[in-house]
């Protein structure tokens, strides 16, 4: 399976993060933001914001005279033991937790595996329910905003190769079925902007998805609403967005 060359805003975030872990890391007593700022070259605001991030999610901490030193986190995901999986598995699932009740969704994570997609991990509750899976999610990846978010990301041979086994059957009247169309908007999906999903593959339900994909692993967060609440879209939309980075850096560590 071949990935599209095109790095996503949280990727570049994610590496930006990981070359203040790696000057956190050589300072084992602590290094001054001055410090970490003259060996990484990262602007002052893009510095502060990475910095705070990373002290939310436990990846840092200030000590003594504000210095940065590795967090919980760090020491958790950073481990090469038998526990590491369990622990960036829990990791995640605390994030998306804390993301479903931030923007009042279900959440999920989803990877695209031996040529199927699959929902790794997901968060919902009374008030945020998930999708009901009336089709399997397996064959509605050209419905889906998390489908189609997992197709942007492979290569042209890959997604014929997805659809020549997952035809692109109608699931509502606004799902896309030709796969012209839908190869078009795919390709001209911006790298940037989260893939929307509206109604196409179920009625009364909008759904939006960001890449979040480590190495040649390919994923994605994803989001879905009632369509009542179809007005906060956008704006959940864009808190995934913003939340996609530190997901991607706990499978990136």
Not at 150 to 161: A, E, G, N
């Amino acid at each position: 399976m071949a990935l599209r060359p095109e790095p996503t805003a949280p990727f570049h975030s994610v590496r930006h993060a990981l070359r203040i872990l790696e000057v956190v890391a050589k300072h084992s007593s602590g290094v001054s933001d001055i410090m970490i700022a003259r060996e990484t070259r990262l602007p002052a605001h893009q510095l502060a914001d990475l910095l705070l991030m990373l002290r939310r999610e436990g990846y840092v901490e200030q000590i003594a005279d504000g210095a940065y030193a590795g967090g919980i986190s760090l020491a958790l995901l950073g481990s090469a033991g038998p526990g590491r999986g369990h622990a960036v598995q829990d990791k995640l699932q605390r994030s998306l937790t804390a993301l479903r009740d931030s923007v009042g969704a279900a959440v999920y994570l989803s990877r695209y595996v031996d040529g199927e997609i699959k929902i790794t991990q997901y968060a919902d509750g009374p008030r945020t329910p998930k999708v009901n899976e009336w089709v399997d999610f397996r064959s509605a990846a050209h419905a889906m905003a998390l489908g189609k978010c997992l197709l942007t990301q492979l290569d042209h041979d890959s997604r014929r190769d997805h659809l020549a086994r997952h035809k692109t059957v109608r699931l509502t009247s606004r799902t896309t079925t030709n796969e012209k169309a839908l190869f078009r908007k795919l390709d001209s999906q911006p790298a940037t902007v989260p893939v929307l999903d509206l109604q196409e593959y179920a009625i009364g339900t909008v759904c939006a998805a960001v890449p979040v994909s480590a190495g040649r692993s390919v994923g994605c967060l994803a989001l879905s609403l009632p369509l009542a609440h179809a007005h906060r879209l956008r704006q959940a939309a864009d808190a995934l967005n913003r939340e996609a980075a530190p997901m991607l850096l706990s499978l990136s560590i």
